[in-house]
C-alpha cells in the first residue's frame, strides 16, 4: 500500500513557475513508476508526466512538453513536477499516481493503470 500526499500548488500568473511535489509512504517507492495527471474544471482528467523507477526515463504530454520536468528523488520518497512558462489552460487540480512495477524501464501514461493515487493539488494560472 502506498499513500500519496501533493504539496505545492497555487495560484499564479502565465509565465510564471511552479514546483509540485508528491510525498509517498512505504519503503517500497523505489518500485513504483510515477506519475502526473490534471483534471480541469469540466473536463475529463488527462495524463501528463510519466518516469520510470529509477528516474532514468521520461515521457510526456505534448501539451506540456519543454515546459514541464518531472523527476524523482527515491532517498526522499517524492516525485517532483517543475512547471514553467505556465498557461491559463494549465489550470487544473493536479494528481500524482504510483504503480508497483516489475519493468524498471516502464513508463505508465494510462490512468486505469494507476492503484495509487493522491488527493490533488490545485494549480491556477491567471491570464
Known amino acids: 500500500q502506498v499513500q500519496l500526499v501533493e504539496s505545492g500548488g497555487g495560484s499564479v500568473q502565465a509565465g510564471g513557475s511552479l514546483r509540485l511535489s508528491c510525498a509517498a509512504s512505504?519503503?517500497?517507492?523505489?518500485?513504483?513508476?510515477m506519475g502526473w495527471f490534471r483534471q480541469a474544471p469540466g473536463k475529463e482528467r488527462e495524463f501528463v508526466a510519466a518516469?520510470?523507477?529509477?528516474?532514468?526515463?521520461?515521457y510526456y504530454a505534448d501539451s506540456v512538453k519543454g515546459r514541464f520536468t518531472i523527476s524523482r528523488d527515491n532517498a526522499k520518497n517524492t516525485v517532483y513536477l517543475q512547471m514553467s512558462s505556465l498557461k491559463p489552460e494549465d489550470t487544473a487540480v493536479y494528481y500524482c499516481a504510483a504503480q508497483y512495477i516489475n519493468r524498471p524501464t516502464a513508463l505508465i501514461a494510462l490512468m486505469t493503470e494507476y492503484n495509487f493515487w493522491g488527493q490533488g493539488t490545485q494549480v491556477t494560472v491567471s491570464s
Open positions: 518516469i520510470t523507477r529509477s528516474g532514468g526515463g521520461t
Open positions: 512505504g519503503r517500497t517507492f523505489s518500485s513504483h513508476a
